[in-house]
């Protein structure tokens, strides 16, 4: 599997973006999908994910109630709807396969075995 990550871009406070993640290859739906973000320090944070087992979604809490993360497998492509954007949520945004499906596994990058290339959100004042 290999992903393709688009759909960023500069958007207002308080505006929409949605991010997706084009999966080539035949083994999307065993792969769990995670949404990760890296601001100007070397870290990647976790910001959502989605289970390939029954589709449940976790969300870091600085996003909760604004993104909604989802998957097509038909498609297979991953989404990420962001809503009321905010300054803070300025980042490249990666998206990512794992073969793990609990939150403990999902929310850290080292459990993801596939990344696809980052696509840049900023949001402005």
């Known amino acids: 599997v290999q992903l393709q990550a688009s759909g960023g871009g500069l958007v207002q406070a308080g505006g929409s973006l949605r991010l997706s993640c084009a999966a080539s290859?035949?083994?999307?739906?065993?792969?769990?999908m995670g949404w990760f973000r890296q601001g100007p320090g070397p870290e990647r944070r976790f910001v959502s994910a989605i289970s390939y087992r029954d589709r449940s979604t976790y969300y870091t809490d600085s996003v909760k109630g604004r993104f909604t993360i989802s998957r097509d497998n038909a498609k297979n492509t991953l989404y990420l709807q962001m809503n009321n954007l905010k300054p803070e949520d300025t980042a490249v945004y990666y998206c990512a396969a794992s073969p793990y499906y609990s939150y403990s596994d999902l929310s850290s990058h080292i459990k993801y075995h596939l990344w696809g290339q980052g696509t840049q959100v900023t949001v402005s004042s």
């Open positions: 290859g035949r083994n999307f739906r065993i792969y769990s």
